[in-house]
């Protein structure tokens, strides 16, 4: 047997971001590579030390970075994540980190109206769960489970509304699996807001 064994590629890069300050940020990367690499988060270089941040990270190679709270101090902060697998040079992706005060957030910027909210649902029936978005321009939606994206076009049985209450996301045939702490994070080219969290209970 022969295996390939190839370098780490990023999939997902970091997007710089603006949030406002005393709200979370998330960053996101995805290494792939055979072996699949480790990813390392770091900021302005230095390795990460700091209870306000958090890393979460899929076998598939998927890595999140939280910051939560993000403070004023953490404005123009540069964050990289460095994917290496043995093979090859490491490779790496920054991105920069705005903050800005709650009083001069431009025009525009985006808002949550409508924050997810608890819910229990039964096994195999249609979950809703809300988020309504403003901003102008309109922001995109991202939704997260347990920190992690939601990867909405490979996965049928979810999809998110465009009209009527742009922002929520259904979830069809809701399965065990769909159960987690949900999140919807809008962002426009302002900025960069998330909702606060609710969990969805599916019960069997």
Known sequence: MHFLVNGPALLVKPDSSTV???TRVSFFCRADGN??????????????????????TLTNGLSTLRI?????????????????????SPIKAEAKLKVLV???LPPGFPEIEAHPVLKSVEQGRT??????VKGDPRPRVLWLRDMMPID?????????????????LMIQQA???????????????????????AHIYVKG
């Open 152 to 168: 909405i076009r490979s996965n049928s049985r979810y999809s998110v509304s465009t009209l009527g209450n742009p922002g929520a």
């Open 127 to 132: 979950a809703y769960v809300t988020c309504k």
């Open 35 to 56: 072996p699949i690499p480790t990813i390392v988060w770091r900021k302005n270089g230095e390795p990460i030390n700091d209870g306000r941040y958090s890393t979460r």
């Open 175 to 197: 399965r065990e699996d769909d159960q987690g702490k949900y999140e919807c994070v809008a962002r426009n080219e302002h900025g960069v807001v998330h909702s606060k969290a």
């Open 68 to 88: 939560e709270p993000v403070l004023s101090s953490d404005n123009d902060l540069i964050i990289s994540c460095t994917a290496d697998n043995g093979v090859g």
């Open 20 to 22: 406002p300050a005393n």
């Open 102 to 104: 709650e009083s001069s």
